[in-house]
């Protein structure tokens, strides 16, 4: 199992590196993907030199360009992931998490059929262009705080298993943070297991891993009996991330081989 965690900066990846993890997850606007080749340059040097590789990325697609809804555009929605593709891959980037709560949230009056319908779509656009660059697209379910679509991990293997995505190279992402506030039994997880590309994982509140709350120890039993053996990635709030990325480390390498001595 390889574990990492989900940082925004250079200086916060010099901290992971430090600690000893494998890789670094970073969001898509990192590599700039509204930006053009020029204007980005400067910000992929400064991550090519970075002592990780960004092997993941999330939040795929921001707000302002939304999947569903009367503003939704297909044409702007395949330049900004031809871009961010083509960038993630010269980072090292294997896996794009498309989570993006406030790009898939239909809004107020807009017919819910209809926007799935948009969702769809996007979706297949976006696992077209991911499978172009050599980049697999993972999509994440998120609790009803954060969108109105796709808020378990039930609800986000039906729509895996629509119109073939998954026959296109459409995998899913499991949080622990979303299942437990949505409270969806573990079980479920098992349901798609061979459609797990990567993992979230944090603590109660979305502490770091290690603070208590969660089921964390539950979780990783069911990722065993999955034969899940991926990455893992750290996505929660750091009050100090200097003083608490090397516990949270150890604890999440330690509950991964105590699952899988059970």
Known sequence: MRFGCCVSTPEQIAILARE????????????????????????????????????????????????????????????????????????????AVLGSGGARRIPDGYPRDKALSQLAAAVALAVDEAGVAGITLALEHLNRGETNTVNSVAEAQSFIAQDRLVDRGLRLLVDLHHLEVEHEPLEQVRAGADWIAHVHVADGGRRQPGAGGYDYAGFMRVLRECNYDRRISAECQWADLAAQAGPALAYMRRMWDESTRD
């Open 20 to 95: 000893g993890y494998d890789f670094c997850e970073l969001p898509a606007s990192s590599v700039q993907p509204f930006e053009e080749d020029a204007a980005a340059e400067p910000a992929l040097l400064a991550l090519e030199r970075a002592p990780l590789r960004a092997e993941s990325f999330n939040v795929l697609v921001p707000a302002r360009l939304p999947l569903v809804g009367p503003d939704a555009d297909q044409a702007a929605l395949r330049s900004y992931l031809h871009r961010a593709f083509g960038r993630m891959v010269r980072l090292g980037g294997q896996v």
